[in-house]
């Protein structure tokens, strides 16, 4: 491997976190005061300052609030915190195989929700009072419904035919953003599989290792895919770290995946696609303190390897902590420009050219010196006109109309009369 890999930049402007700590210092400082309601729309500000608005009723007792393919209901009655999510239908068939795995869900997945069996729906609950809506806790009940609920009912409606209780409101990408995304996709699993020849001939499994890791991270990065290919792909990366099996077989499965990939249609790959809004992010808030501590030992190796002048080393591992950096987090705005600025003037470069590049990038983080290299100049992708549409979809909600369906929804769980 004499070349970096190509790197393209994420489809999406801003990998920031859109989380307001203000709002939940404040959250929490109510709830320390007893002021139990007014937490908890303030830890709704925190998640997203226009949600309360956006998706509540008149005296905010009320919201329904979508995230990815489910949907989130919080309802606030005789002073209890109420919390619903449709899942899924059961289906007609493979019933059984279905229900052992939202046991599984429940006992694995689920420390305070549960998944709950009403009829034939499934739905996500949890209820306390309010005065027992802390706000660290309540983040954490909506996170692992979010998480749990959007992740999985793409792939029990895949594996089992189970049926969706809500359709999300989603916006496909442009036709013009799907041919740019297949051609990268294209290119970057080309340049993986032809280093993995090299490194697996030369038995050198770490670094045939590094590499399907970088470009499966990287496709996430640069696609943002939803529904079961997000789900494939982030299971592909998690396997890469399983440590029951050896190195080699690892590798393969990871080629496998890949290869995968590689082999999707364009058609295909186009139907997991689209923006979808979400309540509560599946990643984390990024911090510079943490990412420097993550970062430490990697750099210390690193320095090593630059004074020894081992640039495949330098540049291999490098950019894998650049795609892990942002599989594992939303990257705020200062450390995605230093390192953006580094992987496109790295990128396809010759190793001993890009080496001083990453490595400096990965220095200047650790120094806290976070002003991007200059960038040479290079062609992107406009997407001003594809956030528009986007924007404009989303502001086109119904939320009146969503608000009555999922009482209905709701009633028909508990047995109430629809509207």
């Not at 195989?97 to 599984?104: D, Y």
Request: proline share 4%; hydrophobic share 40%.
């Amino acid at each position: 491997m004499n070349k970096t890999l190509t790197f393209n930049q994420s489809t999406i402007a801003s990998t920031a976190s859109k989380f307001n700590d203000d709002a939940f210092d404040k959250s929490v400082q109510a709830f320390e005061e007893k002021q139990y309601k007014k937490s908890f729309e303030l830890l709704l500000d925190y998640l997203n300052g226009g949600f309360r608005i956006k998706y509540g009723n008149a005296d905010g007792t009320e919201f329904t609030i979508p995230h990815g393919s489910i949907i989130v209901n919080l309802k606030i009655e005789h002073d209890e915190l109420q919390i619903t999510a449709p899942f899924l239908s059961l289906p007609e068939k493979n019933r059984v195989p279905l229900l052992r795995q939202i046991a599984g869900l429940n006992f694995s997945n689920l420390d305070l929700a549960s998944i709950i069996l009403r009829g034939d729906h499934l739905a996500f609950e949890f209820r306390c009072p309010l005065s027992l809506a802390e706000p660290y806790k309540m983040y954490y009940v909506l996170r692992e419904i979010c998480s749990t609920g959007d992740r999985y009912d793409d792939e029990f409606v895949t594996k089992f035919g189970a049926q969706r209780v809500y359709e999300p409101n989603v916006t496909p990408y442009g036709a013009q953003l799907v041919d740019a995304i297949y051609d990268v996709v294209q290119l970057s699993c080309k340049e993986a599989l032809d280093a993995l020849k090299e490194f697996e001939n030369a038995r050198k499994y770490g670094y045939a290792w590094n590499v399907l890791c970088s470009t499966l991270m990287k496709v996430l990065y640069y696609a943002h895919p939803q529904g079961q290919l997000l789900n494939d792909l982030n299971r592909a990366v998690r396997n890469m770290d399983r440590e029951d099996i050896p190195l080699p077989e690892i590798v393969t499965q990871g080629r496998q995946a890949v290869e995968r990939l590689q082999q999707l249609t364009k058609e295909a790959l186009a139907d997991d696609l689209y923006f979808v809004e979400t309540f509560v992010p599946d990643k984390r808030r990024s911090n510079l303190k943490n990412i420097q501590s993550n970062f430490e030992n990697v750099f210390k190796n690193l320095c090593n390897a630059f004074e020894n002048g081992d640039w495949l080393y330098c540049c291999m591992v490098a950019t894998y902590q650049f795609y892990q950096l942002y599989f594992y987090n939303n990257v705020q705005d200062d450390v995605n420009a230093v390192v953006v600025g580094a992987l496109k003037q790295s990128s396809a470069k010759p190793l001993e050219e890009a080496a001083p590049i990453l490595y400096r990038a990965m220095e200047n983080i650790m120094n806290g010196n976070l002003t991007p290299p200059v960038e040479t100049p290079q062609e992107t992708t406009d997407m001003s006109d594809y956030m528009n549409m986007v924007q404009q979809s989303m502001q086109n909600v119904n939320v009146s109309e969503l608000a009555k369906q999922m009482k209905n929804l709701m009633s028909s769980f508990f047995g109430g009369k629809k509207d």
